[in-house]
């Protein structure tokens, strides 16, 4: 086993992915934790179904221009046309007379609709994106990466630096406003960082799994801690731990990387949550 383990570390592709996985599992609880915190959960998953849109518009654009390979520009896409409906989301939610849970469903059939009709029209078919759906970490270069570790170490910048600014917003707007916060520009700064953690996250775990990524390292974290900085904290190491087991699972068998990385953080919240729902039973019955 340690020769294999060995012989892994060894091998420049999971050298890439190994790393990819970490910046990853630190980066995305950062923002995922002021998500849970604002009730928005389901923020990050219309985000990734946008950025399908973006992923399609990238492989347009490179048809037109016979780009080889033809996904070389779907990264630089999926960032701006992420971007771009996380801080429409966020201006619709706390302007518009549209509620939250509308906008976003908007988002999530208006991302997938846009990304098949573009994949279409640039001479390509639905399955193409399936490695964005799903993930493909295997075809991560050292490109992708550094563009990764570049866009991690500004979301980790954001979410901790601006902390109390931003617990603030999430924690009590009226508040905030009345201290004198710039309420509306933190909680789009909150969307927008939220945006670039999908488009960093989505080539390990997939835009239909980049989510659960984000949100349930929290979840996690949640049941054994209660502060908010204490939560951040665990749930940043929780998703490096899990992002690198689960890519270490899949190195020896033959599953889908983003897909073993989710069930087994599920798998863990769920042993945490029934492990601390036995303890407190037992707490009560000593007392």
Not at 117 to 123: E, F, H, P, V
Not at 234 to 263: E, K, Q, R, W
Request: aromatic residues 8%; positive net charge; hydrophobic residues 55%.
């Amino acid at each position: 086993m340690i020769s294999e383990l060995l012989t892994m570390l060894s091998t420049p592709l999971m050298q890439r992915s190994l790393a990819v996985a970490l910046i990853i599992g630190i980066c995305a609880p950062v923002m995922g934790t002021y998500l849970v915190h604002r009730r928005l959960a389901m923020l990050g998953d219309g985000i990734g179904h946008v950025a399908l849109t973006g992923v399609a518009l990238g492989w347009f654009a490179g048809s037109l221009i016979n780009l080889h390979p033809r996904d070389a520009l779907a990264l630089p896409f999926a960032i701006i046309i992420s971007l771009v409906g996380a801080i429409l989301i966020e201006v619709i939610r706390s302007r518009g007379k549209t509620s939250g849970d509308v906008a976003l469903a908007m988002l999530f059939y208006g991302g997938i609709a846009g990304g098949v009709i573009l994949i279409s029209l640039a001479g390509g078919t639905s399955a193409q994106l399936n490695s964005y759906l799903f993930g493909s970490i295997a075809t991560v270069t050292w490109t992708d990466l550094w563009i990764s570790l570049g866009m991690a170490v500004f979301i980790i910048t954001i979410g901790i630096v601006l902390r109390p600014a931003l617990f603030a917003a999430c924690h009590d707007e009226e508040f905030a406003t009345a201290s004198g916060l710039p309420v509306p520009w933190l909680t789009i700064l909150i969307a927008a960082s939220s945006a670039l953690t999908v488009s960093v996250a989505m080539r390990v775990v997939g835009a239909l799994l980049v989510s659960a990524l984000m949100i349930v390292p929290v979840a996690i974290a949640q049941i054994y801690v209660s502060s908010f900085r204490a939560t951040m904290h665990l749930a940043m190491g929780l998703g490096a731990v899990i992002c690198i087991t689960g890519l270490t699972i899949t190195y020896f068998y033959n599953i889908s990387p983003g897909a073993t990385i989710v069930v087994l953080s599920i798998f863990i919240y769920a042993l945490s949550a029934i492990g601390q729902a036995a303890l407190d039973s037992f707490q009560r019955k000593r007392q």
